[in-house]
């Protein structure tokens, strides 16, 4: 029997399939390709009720772990997500907080045991479009940083993926949104975006329109409500969210099919 379509997406936490690839998401379910997350931590170092941060009293990281795993299954019905894998690590927190020593946690876990696990993944559904994040996990955190690690490996290990991506967030992206904020009268403060954060424009090789299902990624944001981070961007004028949401863009690491430089779709050459 021929594999069905398939795209996989491999994710640090819940939530983080929202952004870079919710609308990748809704339009591959929307166009009948098979549509696979793979969440590799559950998201303990999250914010617990009234914005608790780990390690202040009263912050309760199994409780915290299961309203966002619940959230994510609601995020992935409103996506049109067909199958959710946990692999159940835990969550290293960001980077410099005491999370990062535990022995447990997530980017301590020594990379060829994660990627065996993710690999056995890759061998029972065949995805031909894998996507992760960059070699610096889209901005320096220790969970997506690591998530990128056993992805590429299990990728590697398997031969099967036809085609292989990074999501990307533009720096010039940003810095228009940025701009939008404060023309709408919005207090941005000094903002100023981190060196490592963003890719140059070059570095972009899909750029995939999803504006049909914006929509879908704000109730998905929504669905998150327990993380206050995924609310500030449903806070910006509708016209701003507009320009977040209608496109998600992509650095192609390889394809093993014929592709022009710029694709508008993950699938160009398997369809």
Known sequence: METPLTLMAVHAHPDDEVLGTGGLFARCAAEGVRTVLVTCTNGEQGDDHGGIKPGEPGHDAQGVARRRLAELRESAGLLGIETVELLGYRDSGMDGWEGNDDPE?????????????????????????????DENGGYGHPDHIQAHRIAAAAVERTGIARKFYYTAVARSGIERLFEHAKEAGMDVGGFELPDDFGVSDDKIHAVVDVASYADRKRKALLAHASQGESIFLLQLPEEVQNVVFSTENFTRVFSQVDVPDHEDDLFTGLR
Do not use: G, K, W
């Not at 993710?118 to 479009?129: D, K």
């Open 105 to 133: 946690a997530f980017a301590n876990v020594p990379v060829d045991d994660a990627a065996a696990r993710l690999a056995e993944l890759i061998e029972r559904y065949r995805p031909q479009v894998v996507v992760t994040y």
